[in-house]
């Protein structure tokens, strides 16, 4: 039998519920929502870490931060990590990652706190090459050469960074197709506005040479390639949008109107804020936002949230409409009817939750929920499953799909028997984080450990003696924090005992053991 093909559709910064077929009130995604109609829609699908390398790894590799090792951005995935792709591979199939890719550190910065102060790190070196995302490659308008496989991809086309300034080789063969390229990236010459949100940048790159279009482009050009090959394929597209800068380019700038999207969750509809929510608040009381890095998450005026719903709503249309050049191009192929397409994302964005914008270590459901859609062309019909769902069961699914062996120290578990919409695989989820910097008024970087089950929410921050804990059936938009209420000692109690068993559950099983003791 046939093996089928692998189309996975990856967003960057995107929570769940801003997709139509999420029930966004307001936003159209008519392409997206076409492939959640004829296949799986999971509404409980969550980040295994809400940030962006991390989960990337988990992705790859079906296992949390914790056991493959990237835990922050910054890092690296290691190159004797085992991944998914990796076993397609060996199983025969042709394997191509276009777009973003983000399992290697994007910039040759110097990490919060430098080197560290021991001579000799407690991991020696492998022999990997990690510098291959940096910056540096891809200075020149010549394309740079990759060394494949790349964690499991023999064909590659990177795009690094994010909006009209993105790196890789889309820069490299924007500044080949636009001589004026550096001019019209420059925010000096960004085209008039009136937006006064933060990151908002309106960009003279046109439509056509955007970062969407490009790896757009790359997608279809691929796919042209498939037609009558009977070799199978996996094919891995990422755009770096919705995160911020929100930069959506040409028409898709005014697309929506900001005073269209209602803040739903203002700073005041939360009863009793935790220190990070306040911290931010007064940060912006006092003036001192300003002072905040680009990726640092920061409260933010009603006006500025709804142009910033806007502008990301913007730039999900725009991928949208992508998505769906790129999907009639596999049915242009005549690999459609053999091809399972997948769509989700690597984590989400506060987005106007309790005025905050970006993304930290609070854990709240705007940046562990994310979209995920299996669209599979031997499905009976169409499904929304409730179950929970991790980042770390897209490997096994994926292999499960494709008949092919998993690998030892797979954490997660395959969600081919949720696509009736009854079927479930966790009774709770585990969600990791660990910061590579200090902020949201941390002392140190944070590190957080987050469980979900069928009810609540518990979230435990090293060495704090706060922590947080909602009550999802009486309290979905987790507006009261029930940590230090004298009535849920018990539930409290309960869930950290679950906590601290599907952590250990979580070490890392691998390597086994070669011999008898």
Same mark, same amino acid.
């Given at each position: 039998m046939r093996r089928p093909n692998f189309l996975v559709i990856v967003t960057d910064q995107h929570r769940a519920d801003h997709l139509g077929c999420y029930g966004h009130p307001v936003l159209r995604t008519p392409h997206i929502d076409a492939l959640a /109609?004829?296949?799986?829609? &999971?509404?409980?699908?969550?980040?295994?870490?809400?940030?962006?390398?991390?989960?990337?790894? !988990?992705?790859?590799? +079906?296992?949390?931060? !914790?056991?493959?090792?990237?835990?922050v951005n910054g890092g690296a995935l290691s190159v004797r990590a085992t991944t998914f792709v990796e076993q397609l591979r060996r199983a025969g199939y042709r394997t191509a990652s276009l777009g973003k890719s983000h399992v290697q550190p994007m910039t040759d910065r110097p990490a919060e706190g430098g080197a560290p102060p021991q001579a000799i790190d407690a991991w020696k070196d492998d022999g990997g090459d990690y510098m291959q995302e940096q910056p540096r490659h891809f200075a020149g308008t010549d394309r740079h050469p &990759?060394?494949?496989?790349?964690?499991?991809?023999?064909? %590659?086309?990177?795009?690094?960074?994010?909006?009209?300034?993105?790196?890789?080789?889309?820069?490299?063969?924007?500044?080949?197709?636009?001589?004026? /390229?550096?001019?019209?990236?420059?925010?000096?010459?960004?085209?008039?506005?009136?937006?006064?949100?933060?990151?908002?940048?309106?960009? /003279?790159?046109?439509e056509a040479y955007y970062p969407t279009s490009y790896i757009r482009d790359r997608a279809v050009d691929f796919l042209r390639t498939t037609r009558g090959q009977a070799q199978p394929f &996996?094919?891995?597209?990422?755009?770096?949008?919705p995160h911020h800068p929100f930069t959506p380019p040409g028409r898709y700038w005014g697309l929506y109107d900001p005073a269209d999207f209602p803040v739903r969750l203002p700073f005041e509809a939360h009863r009793n804020p935790p220190p990070p929510i306040r911290w931010c608040r007064e940060r912006f009381l006092d003036g001192s936002r300003a002072r905040q890095g680009p990726h640092d998450s920061f409260f933010a005026t009603e006006r500025e949230i709804r142009e910033a719903m806007a502008l990301s709503a913007g730039m999900i249309t725009m991928i949208d409409d992508a998505v769906g050049d790129?999907?009639? /191009?596999?049915?242009?192929? +005549?690999?459609?009817?053999?091809?399972?397409?997948?769509?989700?994302?690597?984590?989400?964005?506060?987005? +106007?939750?309790?005025?905050? %914008?970006?993304?930290?270590?609070?854990?709240?459901? +705007?940046?562990?929920?994310?979209?995920?859609?299996?669209?599979?062309?031997?499905?009976?019909?169409?499904? %929304?499953?409730?179950?929970?769902?991790?980042?770390?069961?897209?490997?096994? !699914?994926?292999?499960?799909?494709?008949?092919?062996?998993?690998?030892g120290g797979i954490q997660g578990r395959s969600l081919l028997g949720c696509l009736d919409?009854?079927?479930?695989?966790?009774?709770?989820?585990?969600?990791?984080?660990?910061?590579?910097?200090?902020?949201?008024?941390?002392?140190?970087?944070?590190? %957080?450990?987050?469980?979900?089950?069928?009810?609540?929410?518990?979230?435990?921050?090293?060495?704090?003696?706060?922590?947080?804990?909602?009550?999802?059936?009486?309290?979905?938009?987790?507006?009261?924090?029930?940590?230090?209420?004298?009535?849920?000692?018990?539930?409290?109690?309960?869930?950290?005992?679950?906590?601290?068993?599907?952590?250990?559950?979580?070490v890392d099983p691998s390597p086994p053991a070669r011999y008898a003791a």
């Open positions: /109609a004829r296949g799986t829609r &999971f509404e409980r699908f969550h980040a295994a870490s809400p940030v962006c390398m991390p989960n990337r790894a !988990s992705l790859l590799t +079906g296992r949390y931060p !914790s056991a493959h090792g990237l835990r &990759f060394h494949t496989p790349y964690y499991g991809y023999d064909e %590659v086309d990177m795009v690094t960074f994010h909006g009209d300034h993105a790196g890789g080789h889309y820069l490299q063969w924007l500044r080949r197709h636009l001589p004026e /390229a550096d001019r019209l990236r420059d925010r000096a010459n960004q085209l008039p506005h009136d937006y006064v949100c933060p990151q908002a940048y309106r960009t /003279a790159i046109p &996996f094919a891995f597209v990422s755009f770096p949008d790129i999907v009639r /191009a596999l049915q242009e192929s +005549g690999q459609a009817e053999n091809t399972v397409i997948v769509f989700t994302s690597d984590h989400g964005d506060y987005l +106007g939750d309790f005025n905050l %914008v970006l993304k930290g270590a609070l854990a709240s459901r +705007g940046i562990t929920r994310v979209p995920f859609i299996w669209c599979d062309p031997r499905q009976a019909a169409p499904a %929304v499953s409730p179950a929970l769902a991790s980042t770390i069961d897209i490997a096994p !699914s994926v292999l499960a799909r494709a008949g092919v062996e998993p690998y919409g009854e079927g479930r695989v966790w009774d709770e989820l585990l969600v990791e984080y660990q910061d590579s910097r200090t902020r949201q008024g941390f002392q140190r970087p944070a590190c %957080v450990r987050s469980l979900l089950t069928e009810r609540h929410r518990l979230s435990v921050y090293q060495d704090e003696s706060w922590g947080e804990l909602y009550d999802h059936h009486e309290d979905p938009d987790e507006t009261h924090n029930l940590w230090d209420a004298p009535d849920q000692g018990d539930t409290q109690s309960r869930l950290m005992q679950q906590l601290l068993r599907k952590m250990l559950s979580a």
